[in-house]
């Protein structure tokens, strides 16, 4: 079975400054990995995915996520943070094999402090 | 406005009683999700639907039925419901089942059982 770990729960950066949030997964194969913004009060967005090829992907609002096989990681980055960024961040995990079970990580909420 | 609606937006609802939480999307999506997001625990499959007519279990079903009469619809009914299953609920659809098609999400419910 699949499993996503976020280590960060909490993650505070000053606006303008650089952020990187950590995802970690554990799955027999490469998985198909994506990464959703929730911000309060509203249902999740999704900013990327991953399916294959090349493993840094772009995604919306100035997000990117590196996918390396050899750390099982999924990491999203955005070089420049802005006040509206602040949210909870969700990475999720599908199987590849079939089935509807995507796994999500229990989140990272993020502040941005002007 | 396409999307998904969900109805309520909150309820707070006694212990014992039966409670049917209304999803409706108007994507014409094929499949359909029912979560649950509890603190610390991320979101948690339900129930799903890959097409009209035909239902799945989730992760933590137990305590909740669907039905998917039709493609837009997709409501999530609580027989008799117990304080553990307080929880934020998100309905989601997709174009197609399986992990690899991006699920669009509702705003959610907030359910209260007392």
């Known amino acids: 079975a699949q499993s996503v770990t976020q280590p960060d729960i909490h993650i505070t950066v000053s606006e303008g400054a650089s952020l990187e949030l950590r995802c970690n997964y554990s799955?027999?194969?490469?998985?198909?990995l994506f990464w959703y913004v929730q911000s309060p009060g509203q249902g999740l967005q999704l900013l990327l995915k991953y399916f294959s090829g090349d493993t840094l992907v772009q995604g919306i609002k100035g997000f990117e996520a590196e996918f390396k096989r050899s750390q099982s990681s999924f990491n999203l980055r955005k070089p420049s943070v802005h006040w509206s960024d602040a949210a909870e961040y969700f990475c999720a995990v599908g199987a590849t094999g079939g089935g509807n079970k995507l796994t999500f990580g229990t989140g990272t909420q993020l502040k941005v402090e002007l | 406005i396409a999307g998904i609606t969900q109805a309520p937006t909150s309820q707070i609802l006694a212990a014992g009683r039966r409670m049917t939480l209304r999803c409706t999307q108007d994507m014409r999506h094929n499949a359909m999700y029912w979560y649950r997001q509890d603190l610390g625990l991320g979101l948690r499959l339900i129930h799903y639907?890959?097409?009209?007519?035909?239902?799945g279990k989730g992760e933590v079903p137990d305590g909740y039925s669907v039905s998917r009469a039709n493609t837009d619809d997709f409501p999530l009914t609580l027989a008799s419901a117990v304080p553990s299953q307080t929880s934020v609920y998100f309905c989601?659809?997709?174009?197609?089942?399986?992990?690899?098609?991006?699920?669009?999400f509702g705003p959610g419910t907030r359910l209260t059982v007392l």
């Open positions: 989601a659809s997709s174009p197609q089942g399986g992990t690899r098609n991006e699920q669009f």
């Open positions: 639907s890959n097409t009209a007519g035909t239902t």
């Open positions: 799955y027999g194969a490469t998985p198909y």
